[in-house]
């Protein structure tokens, strides 16, 4: 039972490429989550799928999509990257069986560090 | 919109003296309340939750939290601290009656624990 990983651990992009982050969960949750993680500034919340087939915008989507490809993989994607997308991201995932979703402890992936040059 | 204030960036404890992270919330009802923990170059995990109920909650690790719903409070405690206890903490909060709006977390404090 690996929780939630994430790949790549590091990425360097150049201004303007674009690059998938993975994320996949083995514990059978519902609802996933992406948060990239700056200095001063907390989590902020990038989209979420509260179940398998649904995605929704958080706090700072512009720059981003998601897809949730199945029940334990929701990948984010960063169509022409920019050195304000520099930043380390959170994968999360949780239970939410039928209830509000952000009652359910969020379980967090290790992160992806990426740099924006 | 419900909003979480860490006032403390950084505290610097020495190991065996007790800790308190303080957290505050704003939002018209009780919202459930989280506390998370994330080590260096980790990702957070859970210490502790309120719900309902006992407004002392206890945690992992030795960690205590208490809701106060007069000062809009859910401060984090631990009464002798270990070297290992040295992280980033975030409170964090969600709304009760919202569906699915989104969990709102603080700025993190940063604890640091000295010998």
């Known amino acids: 039972n690996a929780g939630v990983t994430q790949t790549p651990k590091f990425q360097v992009l150049k201004t303007g490429q674009s690059m998938t982050l993975q994320c996949a969960q083995d514990?059978?949750?519902?609802?996933m989550y992406w948060y990239r993680q700056d200095p001063g500034m907390g989590l902020r919340l990038i989209y979420y799928?509260?179940?398998?087939?649904?995605?929704d915008k958080g706090e700072v989507p512009n720059g981003y999509n998601v897809s949730r490809l199945n029940k334990r993989e929701f990948s984010l994607r960063l169509e022409s990257a920019a050195p304000s997308q520099t930043s380390v991201y959170f994968c999360?995932?949780?239970?939410?069986?039928?209830?509000?979703?952000?009652?359910?402890?969020?379980?967090f992936g290790p992160g992806t560090r990426l740099l924006v040059l | 919109a419900q909003s979480v204030t860490q006032p403390d960036i950084h505290i610097t404890v020495s190991e065996g003296a007790s800790l308190e992270l303080r957290c505050n919330y704003s939002?018209?009802?009780?919202?459930?309340l989280f506390w998370y923990v994330q080590s260096p170059g980790q990702g957070l995990q859970l210490l502790l939750k309120?719900?309902?109920?006992?407004?002392l909650v206890q945690g992992i690790k030795g960690f205590e939290a208490e809701f106060k719903r007069s000062q809009s409070s859910f401060n984090l405690r631990k009464p002798s601290v270990h070297w290992s206890d040295a992280a980033e903490y975030f409170c964090?909060?969600?709304?009760?009656?919202?569906?699915?709006?989104?969990?709102?977390f603080g700025k993190g404090t940063r604890l640091s624990v000295i010998a």
């Open positions: 964090a909060v969600a709304e009760r009656f919202s569906g699915n709006t989104p969990l709102v």
């Open positions: 514990m059978n949750h519902n609802s």
């Open positions: 799928s509260a179940s398998e087939g649904t995605t």
């Open positions: 939002y018209g009802a009780t919202p459930y």
């Open positions: 309120y719900f309902s109920g006992d407004t």
């Open positions: 999360a995932s949780s239970e939410a069986r039928g209830r509000t979703t952000y009652q359910e402890t969020q379980y």
